[in-house]
């Protein structure tokens, strides 16, 4: 019975020094979890860039119409003097932070007309940037 006692002994102590890991199994399993992770958050991360590049574009469209709406509801024959060449480079919403926009009017003279004539149109231009790099252009034709 004492040999029996000393092989269970045995057997429960040899099965215990088996169980864990060894350090250089837990530093494979650690760069293998880095890996997976940094392959499945990788595409977050330029979902974000393009998520925050539509925000940019969807507020320099919003600054573009609000000028155009300006410029379309001004007096025509006031227009030339008032947004010929017009720039605006801060903007006291810090939303709008790192935005500007320019506008330019000129008369438009259609084939019809001869240059002696007043024109009847003026083209608006619009363009809107974010830190110097042009994001939405808006073109318009407006009559008298």
């Known amino acids: 019975m004492d040999t029996k006692l000393r092989h269970t002994t045995y057997d429960i102590r040899h099965t ?3 169980k864990g890991f060894t350090l250089a199994e ?3 399993a650690t760069v293998v979890l880095g890996i997976a992770a940094a392959g499945v958050l990788l595409p977050f991360s330029s979902g974000a860039r393009v ?3 539509g925000m940019r574009r969807t507020l320099a ?5 609000d000028l155009m709406e300006q410029i379309i509801s001004t007096e025509f024959s006031q227009i030339i003097t008032k947004y010929g060449t017009y720039p605006e480079e801060k903007f006291t919403d810090p939303m709008y932070a790192n935005f500007s926009r320019k506008a330019s009017c000129a008369y438009a003279y259609v084939p019809q007309q001869s240059g002696s004539m007043e024109s009847n149109f003026i ?3 619009v363009n809107v940037y974010y830190d110097g790099r042009q994001i939405v252009s808006i073109n318009r034709l407006i009559s008298k």
């Open 16 to 18: 215990r020094d088996e």
């Open 61 to 65: 469209a919003n600054l573009a119409t």
């Open 123 to 125: 083209r608006a231009t």
């Open 51 to 53: 998520r925050a590049e």
């Open 26 to 28: 837990a530093v494979m």
